[in-house]
């Protein structure tokens, strides 16, 4: 039989600050799409999903977060690659979001999600926030 090949897992940030807005991002991207997301990056095979997002928030963002809870594990593609999403809702602890490898980071507010592209993954995320 073989062996069970494990999809490697992004760990993404629905990040909010104390004055209740949220953090989304926009990659940098030689496509001509241009479209938003919520901060994500590819979780370590050693680390735990929570471990990786408190890791990525500090290495992409500059900030400390409180992971407050986490959503069920989603599939999805990219570039028809297949990934293990695994979205949390964060509180920030300290820093100022920062990064050198996104083309821009935006704070707004939650009325103002539907006024943004999101990418494929993040668009049900964006309805299941605002339902």
């Known amino acids: 039989m073989k062996p069970k090949t494990k999809i490697p897992r992004y760990v ?3 990040i909010e600050d104390a004055q209740d807005q949220y953090l989304i991002a926009l990659p940098c991207t030689e496509s ?3 479209l938003w997301q919520f901060p994500r990056d590819l979780a370590k095979a050693e680390e735990s999903s929570e471990a990786a997002m ?3 928030a500090a290495e992409l963002l500059g900030l400390t977060v409180e992971v407050i809870v986490g959503q069920p594990p989603i599939q999805g593609s990219i570039d028809g690659q297949l990934y293990e999403f695994r979205y949390f809702f964060c509180g920030v602890l300290s820093g100022e979001a920062r ?3 996104l083309a821009e980071l935006r704070w707004i507010s939650i ?3 539907r006024e943004y592209d999101f990418d494929a993954i993040s668009k049900p995320v964006v309805e299941w926030i605002l339902a």
Do not use: D, P, T
């Open 54 to 56: 408190r890791r990525v």
């Open 12 to 14: 993404a940030g629905i």
């Open 99 to 101: 990064s050198s490898s």
């Open 111 to 113: 009325a103002h999600l």
């Open 32 to 34: 001509f799409e241009r």
